[in-house]
């Protein structure tokens, strides 16, 4: 489901919102897509009100570690994928309503709003009429989804993680049970958890309850505070001021009219606890305080609803505890994918075709239990590579150790080159650019450097004595830079001698405090550094947008011929990114959903639009507005024509498959298949005017993000055709057998080349 979590007591703290982060981790762990929008402070006490008249004003939050307090907040959206919740200087209803409508489109329909944990319970009228929480699910309510107030009953103020744990993991089956048992009629429940340990145990009784009436009884909810001495010298001096000329008639103490107080909220709690202990059984406060769960249905008008459920029990001991489940299944995921956009469709993805697998976040949190099957779906620099060699029986892994080959565009020139030279017939050999790669450190040996790349050298030589429309133009690539970082347009040895210059000029101005230094005064290079990261490492995004480079990418460069004149569509030009996915050792499919990124604007020879991002088609460059940049490729028939989009298609097809047998034959040293491995690359094509195509690189870890909101789709049906093709058979599903070229679903196997394993 997706789930969209409100509350009224803001984001995580361990002094005044001490459950929210625990309940959405388990959510999440339990495969739910999680959307969060929370008042940015305390609103307890506030019901279902809105500010009238305030512009509400969101903040962003990132989540820090379980039960501490180190989550960030920022003013503007991050833009490295992470996960992101949302706070609003408003109401609990201002943030069902902000969030039913204005965030997380991109993650498809709200199923459920989920308002809490509350910090206390909300059991018995006094507490509910004035509950934020049940507020906010109210809100939802009158939006028209299905809502749940949930408050946990604390007991002491001793915020014990594991008895949290166990409230999240018991709140999570409830919400699950509910979801599937909706009462018809029911807007709402208002759910009250007791913190107890081993609340998340069978032995707890969950019950439907009516909401009990009761009333303040002991008097004001207010204690007035004396506000005299509260005045400023000015206020005070016209008091002074008011009773000049009245002589002795006014004596010192005598008043009349109001006197200044001020009323701080002090309600008599005992009036509620009173109300329940003399109460009959069967209502919500009666329930907390004999340690079960409360469920109690409601209209969005604070009736009861479905009398017929009152008093019965939920029996939720079908729906095992978390520890129980584990002992029961033997199938594990581990998913930390470090991207909000993802992960979700990676856990949903899992719960479709391995129903009873166990997820969590890292490989410790696993049973010690020989007999059990683990995939790891994660960031690359969290997967075990040790387990995944030791235990290929029992341990999956979403990417291969080393694929350098493909992914480094360096390494990437010089399989197409060997595979070409042994098969020069194949469909890559007219597939793939004049490409020189070329290493350099310094701009001043720019000359040595070329000495390497007779292709471009004599190129630009060439160049020096034409007019800019009649030259060869080329475009530079740092080998190890990802996401269009770097990349720059020349057509002179000038030219490129600028560009080196510059980069240097830039490296000179860092600051070199934390460098590292060899015995010899050398600074240390640590060239290899990402070698096997992908497209989606975070560390090579410039948070600002810069498209400059670091320094550990300046040493390994590719220059490809520029590519003149390219298909365009709106007169823009465009780049196919095609899904590729590479199962064990070695079975390669490509996903027929492919995709055209396109530039931001208009598109102009190089020798008359300098600007790059008309010739750029990378959407990590593009900022603000992006309409129009992502679409699906099979739209363009309308532009280009089916038939001649169906060509394209063939060609991708065979120059994958190309490819990735390059690779895996020519280069075993730098790419070696496992396997129990598998992996999904992002693969750039650029078609030009004639409809032949060009690769440009290959990604790993490609950037879904830049899919968009409205394409969110693609992702999630790729993912899904993954786990069904990759994953499920690991876990004794059933293995896909066709052959090359057969279509199943959206993937098409386009080479199976049965390298097996080393």
Same mark, same amino acid.
């Given at each position: 489901?997706? !789930?969209?979590?409100?509350?009224?007591?803001?984001?995580?703290?361990?002094?005044?919102?001490?459950? =929210?982060?625990?309940?959405?981790?388990?959510?999440?762990?339990?495969?739910?897509?999680?959307?969060?929008?929370?008042?940015?402070?305390?609103?307890?006490?506030?019901?279902?009100?809105?500010?009238?008249?305030?512009?509400?004003?969101?903040?962003?939050?990132?989540?820090?570690?379980?039960?501490?307090?180190?989550?960030?907040?920022?003013?503007?959206?991050?833009?490295?994928?992470?996960?992101?919740?949302?706070?609003?200087?408003?109401?609990?209803?201002?943030?069902?309503?902000?969030?039913?409508?204005?965030?997380?489109?991109?993650?498809?329909?709200?199923?459920?709003?989920?308002?809490?944990?509350?910090?206390?319970?909300?059991?018995?009228?006094?507490?509910?009429?004035?509950?934020?929480?049940?507020?906010?699910?109210?809100?939802?309510?009158?939006?028209?989804?299905?809502?749940?107030?949930?408050?946990?009953?604390?007991?002491?103020?001793?915020?014990?993680?594991?008895?949290?744990?166990?409230?999240?993991?018991?709140?999570?089956?409830?919400?699950?049970?509910?979801?599937?048992?909706?009462?018809?009629?029911?807007?709402?429940?208002?759910?009250?958890?007791?913190?107890?340990?081993?609340?998340?145990?069978?032995?707890?009784?969950?019950?439907?309850?009516?909401?009990?009436? %009761?009333?303040?009884?002991?008097?004001?909810?207010?204690?007035?505070?004396?506000?005299?001495?509260?005045?400023?010298?000015?206020?005070?001096?016209?008091?002074?001021?008011?009773?000049?000329?009245?002589?002795?008639?006014?004596?010192?103490?005598?008043?009349?009219?109001?006197?200044?107080?001020?009323?701080?909220?002090?309600?008599?709690?005992?009036?509620?606890?009173?109300?329940?202990?003399?109460?009959?059984?069967?209502?919500?406060?009666?329930?907390?305080?004999?340690?079960?769960?409360?469920?109690?249905?409601?209209?969005?008008?604070?009736?009861?609803?479905?009398?017929?459920?009152?008093?019965?029990?939920?029996?939720?001991?079908?729906?095992?505890?978390?520890?129980?489940?584990?002992?029961?299944?033997?199938?594990?995921?581990?998913?930390?994918?470090?991207?909000?956009?993802?992960?979700?469709?990676?856990?949903?993805?899992?719960?479709?075709?391995?129903?009873?697998?166990?997820?969590?976040?890292?490989?410790?949190?696993?049973?010690?239990?020989?007999? !059990?099957?683990?995939? %790891?779906?994660?960031?690359?620099?969290?997967?075990?590579?040790?387990?995944?060699?030791?235990?290929?029986?029992?341990?999956?892994?979403?990417?291969?150790?080393?694929?350098?080959?493909? !992914?480094?565009?360096?390494?990437?020139?010089?399989?197409?080159?060997?595979?070409?030279?042994?098969?020069?017939?194949?469909?890559?050999?007219?597939?793939?650019?004049?490409?020189?790669?070329?290493?350099?450190?310094?701009?001043?040996?720019?000359?040595?450097?070329?000495?390497?790349?007779?292709?471009?050298?004599?190129?630009?030589?060439?160049?020096?004595?034409?007019?800019?429309?009649?030259?060869?133009?080329?475009?530079?690539?740092?080998?190890?830079?990802?996401?269009?970082?770097?990349?720059?347009?020349?057509?002179?040895?000038?030219?490129?001698?600028?560009?080196?210059?510059?980069?240097?000029?830039?490296?000179?101005?860092?600051?070199?405090?934390?460098?590292?230094?060899?015995?010899?005064?050398?600074?240390?290079?640590?060239?290899?550094?990402?070698?096997?990261?992908?497209?989606?490492?975070?560390?090579?995004?410039?948070?600002?947008?810069?498209?400059?480079?670091?320094?550990?990418?300046?040493?390994?460069?590719?220059?490809?011929?520029?590519?003149?004149?390219?298909?365009?569509?709106?007169?823009?030009?465009?780049?196919?990114?095609?899904?590729?996915?590479?199962?064990?050792?070695?079975?390669?499919?490509?996903?027929?959903?492919?995709?055209?990124?396109?530039?931001?604007?208009?598109?102009?020879?190089?020798?008359?639009?300098?600007?790059?991002?008309?010739?750029?088609?990378?959407?990590?460059?593009?900022?603000?507005?992006?309409?129009?940049?992502?679409?699906?490729?099979?739209?363009?028939?309308?532009?280009?024509?089916?038939?001649?989009?169906?060509?394209?298609?063939?060609?991708?097809?065979?120059?994958?498959?190309?490819?990735?047998?390059?690779?895996?034959?020519?280069?075993?040293?730098?790419?070696?298949?496992?396997?129990?491995?598998?992996?999904?690359?992002?693969?750039?094509?650029?078609?030009?005017?004639?409809?032949?195509?060009?690769?440009?690189?290959?990604?790993?870890?490609?950037?879904?993000?830049?899919?968009?909101?409205?394409?969110?789709?693609?992702?999630?049906?790729?993912?899904?055709?993954?786990?069904?093709?990759?994953?499920?058979?690991?876990?004794?599903?059933?293995?896909?057998?066709?052959?090359?070229?057969?279509?199943?679903?959206?993937? =098409?196997?386009?080479?199976?080349?049965?390298?097996?394993?080393?």
């Amino acid at each position: 489901m997706h !789930i969209l979590v409100v509350n009224d007591d803001g984001p995580p703290s361990q002094v005044s919102s001490p459950y =929210v982060h625990s309940f959405v981790s388990s959510l999440q762990a339990a495969g739910h897509i999680v959307s969060v929008v929370l008042p940015h402070a305390q609103r307890s006490w506030i019901g279902k009100a809105h500010l009238v008249g305030k512009t509400v004003t969101p903040t962003y939050f990132r989540p820090g570690t379980l039960h501490t307090d180190d989550g960030t907040t920022h003013d503007r959206p991050r833009r490295d994928g992470g996960e992101e919740w949302i706070l609003v200087d408003g109401t609990p209803a201002s943030c069902a309503q902000i969030g039913i409508h204005h965030y997380f489109r991109e993650r498809g329909e709200i199923d459920l709003v989920v308002s809490g944990p509350n910090y206390g319970r909300n059991s018995t009228a006094l507490f509910a009429l004035s509950s934020g929480t049940i507020g906010g699910a109210m809100e939802a309510a009158v939006c028209g989804k299905r809502a749940i107030a949930l408050s946990y009953a604390f007991f002491n103020r001793n915020h014990d993680p594991e008895i949290i744990k166990a409230a999240s993991t018991a709140s999570v089956r409830i919400v699950e049970y509910l979801s599937k048992n909706w009462k018809e009629g029911t807007d709402l429940y208002s759910v009250n958890v007791p913190l107890l340990e081993g609340v998340d145990k069978p032995e707890t009784k969950c019950l439907y309850t009516h909401m009990l009436q %009761n009333y303040w009884s002991s008097g004001s909810s207010f204690e007035p505070v004396d506000a005299e001495d509260e005045l400023s010298p000015e206020q005070r001096e016209a008091e002074i001021r008011e009773g000049e000329g009245e002589g002795d008639q006014k004596q010192e103490g005598e008043r009349k009219g109001l006197r200044h107080v001020k009323f701080k909220w002090d309600p008599k709690f005992t009036d509620v606890y009173e109300s329940v202990e003399k109460s009959e059984p069967g209502n919500d406060g009666w329930a907390v305080w004999k340690g079960h769960i409360s469920i109690t249905p409601l209209k969005a008008n604070f009736m009861h609803h479905a009398p017929d459920l009152i008093g019965q029990e939920i029996q939720l001991i079908k729906i095992l505890s978390l520890s129980e489940n584990k002992s029961s299944s033997k199938n594990y995921a581990v998913v930390d994918y470090e991207d909000a956009y993802v992960e979700p469709k990676i856990l949903a993805a899992l719960r479709k075709y391995i129903p009873d697998i166990q997820t969590v976040k890292t490989p410790e949190e696993l049973p010690k239990d020989a007999d !059990i099957k683990v995939i %790891n779906w994660s960031a690359y620099e969290k997967i075990p590579f040790e387990d995944v060699m030791e235990k290929p029986d029992n341990v999956l892994s979403c990417s291969y150790i080393i694929r350098k080959a493909l !992914i480094r565009k360096h390494h990437l020139s010089l399989t197409i080159r060997h595979h070409v030279a042994k098969v020069p017939s194949c469909a890559l050999s007219r597939a793939f650019p004049l490409t020189c790669d070329f290493e350099l450190d310094f701009a001043e040996f720019l000359d040595e450097a070329l000495m390497e790349a007779f292709e471009l050298s004599s190129s630009l030589e060439s160049n020096s004595s034409l007019s800019p429309a009649e030259r060869q133009w080329w475009i530079l690539k740092p080998g190890m830079s990802d996401r269009g970082q770097g990349i720059r347009l020349f057509s002179t040895l000038e030219e490129l001698e600028e560009i080196f210059q510059s980069w240097e000029e830039e490296s000179d101005e860092e600051d070199d405090e934390d460098a590292e230094y060899d015995e010899y005064g050398n600074k240390i290079r640590n060239d290899d550094e990402d070698d096997e990261a992908g497209d989606n490492d975070e560390d090579n995004e410039d948070e600002d947008g810069d498209d400059g480079i670091v320094t550990s990418q300046l040493r390994h460069f590719v220059a490809q011929e520029y590519l003149h004149p390219p298909l365009l569509v709106d007169n823009r030009k465009f780049h196919i990114r095609v899904y590729v996915l590479a199962v064990g050792g070695l079975k390669v499919y490509v996903y027929r959903k492919m995709l055209a990124l396109f530039a931001a604007r208009e598109y102009a020879a190089p020798w008359v639009e300098e600007e790059l991002t008309a010739h750029l088609t990378n959407t990590c460059l593009q900022t603000g507005e992006r309409e129009g940049s992502v679409r699906l490729f099979w739209d363009l028939g309308k532009e280009v024509g089916r038939e001649k989009l169906e060509g394209v298609w063939g060609k991708v097809c065979e120059v994958v498959g190309d490819v990735f047998e390059g690779a895996a034959r020519g280069q075993r040293v730098h790419f070696q298949p496992l396997p129990n491995a598998f992996e999904i690359y992002g693969v750039d094509f650029l078609v030009g005017q004639d409809m032949e195509i060009s690769l440009l690189e290959v990604n790993a870890y490609p950037d879904f993000k830049q899919t968009g909101a409205e394409l969110s789709a693609v992702i999630e049906g790729l993912l899904e055709e993954t786990t069904r093709i990759a994953v499920a058979p690991f876990f004794g599903g059933e293995e896909e057998k066709k052959e090359e070229g057969a279509q199943q679903g959206d993937m =098409v196997l386009v080479r199976e080349i049965g390298l097996g394993s080393f």
